[in-house]
């Protein structure tokens, strides 16, 4: 279970911790809309027009993999007035569009995943 937060939502909220937070204060920056890893796959899949079961692999699980990682930033909207405000569907489109924009690039690049230490 994983709450995704758009790169926008996020900066807007370091932004204003930044300017208006007391030296020392911490706070989660997260959204409240929290999804399974599956599911959030299987949407990427419908809005993309492909079936999830010929197009994954599912595979078990990392050593070491949290169940669920459930941030809450009720302090950083109480104190700051910070709220996300863009939903994971709306994100979702956005990544695909520029996918599709920048499929040309994209193509060219390995599918291969380096982690980087």
Same mark, same amino acid.
């Given at each position: 279970? *994983?709450?995704?937060?758009?790169? *926008? %939502?996020?900066? %807007?909220?370091?932004?204003?911790?930044?300017?208006?937070?007391?030296?020392?204060?911490?706070?989660?920056?997260?959204?409240?809309?929290?999804?399974?890893?599956? =599911?959030?796959?299987?949407?990427?899949?419908?809005?993309?027009?492909? =079936?999830?079961?010929?197009?994954?692999?599912?595979?078990? =699980? *990392?050593?070491? $993999? =949290?169940?669920?990682?459930?941030?809450?930033?009720? $302090?950083?909207?109480?104190?700051?007035?910070?709220?996300?405000?863009?939903?994971? %569907?709306?994100?979702?489109?956005?990544?695909?569009?520029?996918?599709?924009?920048?499929?040309?690039?994209?193509?060219?690049?390995?599918?291969?995943?380096?982690?980087?230490?």
């Amino acid at each position: 279970m *994983r709450a995704f937060i758009h790169a *926008r %939502d996020a900066s %807007d909220c370091v932004l204003k911790i930044m300017e208006n937070a007391k030296p020392g204060e911490i706070y989660h920056v997260s959204n409240s809309e929290f999804i399974l890893i599956r =599911d959030l796959v299987e949407k990427i899949c419908d809005k993309m027009g492909v =079936d999830f079961n010929t197009t994954t692999e599912i595979t078990g =699980d *990392r050593v070491g $993999k =949290d169940a669920a990682y459930t941030l809450e930033s009720t $302090k950083a909207q109480k104190e700051l007035g910070w709220k996300p405000s863009v939903s994971l %569907d709306t994100g979702i489109n956005e990544v695909i569009q520029w996918v599709e924009e920048e499929f040309a690039v994209l193509k060219d690049e390995p599918l291969e995943y380096v982690h980087k230490e």
